[in-house]
């Protein structure tokens, strides 16, 4: 293979080991590592909570010392892209505005979307490169007979990122090199400690960058500089049962937490931003059949024209479950599951899988 590549170098093991991979298969690679933390605004808004050393640092300036470490070890030049304001706007304003409308984000789709396949993509494609490359365990292929590019899973189950990675077009697909999609992660750690690279032992990145404590509503509440305000939690009848400490501290599901005693636990079934209330109920009350979808994008097809048997994930740590799908206008999906589903939270993925091929997905709007 030949060809020049962009790699996105994050400083951790897996970008290592695909610019490891790229240059053993004679690609001519450039590392470049996105800033997307300002300093001063980290300082500002995470004090107290980042600690590098332990593995809980949004601010990355190590990262990127471990990112230039590797392009210098493995001889390929290495630029540094400065994306925080992109970031700002586009993942954490996102993040933040969604919990304060009672919704659940997904952060890493919005860094993926607007950052990754966005940001980064123009402008590896801006300054000539034919690739660009990251450390996702998926994997891409083109189909004979349509001319389609087809996002599939990763190999490693276990790793497979396929999910976060439904709304890549097909121009990016065209262009785009995961070189661990046939991977496991003890494989990509092996190759990392033969070439001795600072990353080889590096620890699992943290779910949410600039959440390093995993504190979600704490966050919000230094990034807004106010309280989140209380209100009532209320049962399906509309009865006050007690006070809850801000809409943004609830998930739907949750039952740890609520300050309820009650012989059976209350579960978190939904929450109503216009009033300030979160409705509580028992855990048959979490389950639903069907759900919707919008701001959809479809891979292996440009759209579903009748419904179809599909395998289809409302959240990123679950196992693909069965039912049909239907595309219902040109920006939304409806899929009625085969089994009821457990706390679907409006604002995750909906993603639909024909075997290891995506079909494609959406945000999810509303579920009944």
């Known amino acids: 293979m030949s060809g020049q590549v ?18 053993e298969q004679s690609y001519i690679c450039r590392g470049a590592t996105m800033k997307l933390i300002d300093d001063d605004w980290a300082a500002n808004c995470c004090a107290g909570v980042c600690d590098s050393k332990r ?42 505005r969604s919990y304060c409308e009672g919704v659940t984000p997904n952060p890493c789709i919005d860094c ?7 940001k980064f993509f123009r402008r590896g494609i801006d300054l000539g490169f034919d690739f660009i490359a990251t450390g996702h365990y998926a994997r891409v292929m083109r189909d004979s007979v349509t001319g389609r590019y087809l996002l599939k899973k990763g190999l490693d189950d276990s790793k497979d990122q396929s999910y976060v990675l439904y709304m890549m077009t097909q121009e990016q697909l065209s262009r785009v090199l ?13 190759i990392t400690r033969q070439h001795n690279l600072v990353t080889a032992d590096k620890g699992e990145s943290q779910d949410i960058c600039f959440v390093p404590d995993g504190n979600y509503a704490s966050f919000i509440e230094r990034y807004m500089g106010k309280s989140a305000e209380c209100g009532d939690f209320i049962d399906k009848n509309g009865k006050k049962l007690g006070q809850h400490r801000g809409i943004i501290r609830y998930t739907i599901g949750q039952r740890k937490g609520l300050g309820i005693a009650r012989a059976t636990p209350y579960y978190v079934c939904s929450k109503n931003i216009e ?18 979808a919008k701001d959809i994008n479809l891979i292996s097809c440009e759209q579903i024209e009748t419904p179809i048997k599909v395998k289809a994930k409302v959240r990123y740590r679950q ?26 939270a409006i604002g995750q993925a909906l993603v639909l ?4 091929t995506i079909i494609g997905g959406g945000t999810i709007s509303a579920t009944y």
Do not use: W
């Open 6 to 23: 962009l790699v996105a170098m994050s400083g951790g093991v897996d970008s290592s080991a695909a610019a490891i991979l790229l240059k």
């Open 112 to 118: 993926n979307r607007f950052i990754k396949f966005n």
């Open 275 to 292: 009033d300030n209330t979160i409705m509580l109920g028992d855990e048959a009350d979490l389950y639903t059949e069907h759900v919707e």
């Open 55 to 96: 593995g809980k640092s949004c601010c990355a300036i190590s990262d990127i010392e471990d990112a230039r470490s590797v392009a210098y070890s493995l001889n390929i030049p290495f630029n540094i892209f400065n994306f925080t304001d992109d970031f700002r706007e586009n993942v954490i304003e996102r993040f933040v």
């Open 353 to 356: 899988y024909d075997g290891e």
């Open 178 to 190: 995961f070189p661990l999609g046939n991977l496991n992660k003890s494989r990509v750690r092996e």
């Open 319 to 344: 196992k693909e479950e069965e039912g049909i799908a239907e595309q219902i206008d040109n920006d939304k999906l409806r899929v009625k599951f085969d089994t009821k589903q457990k706390g679907i």
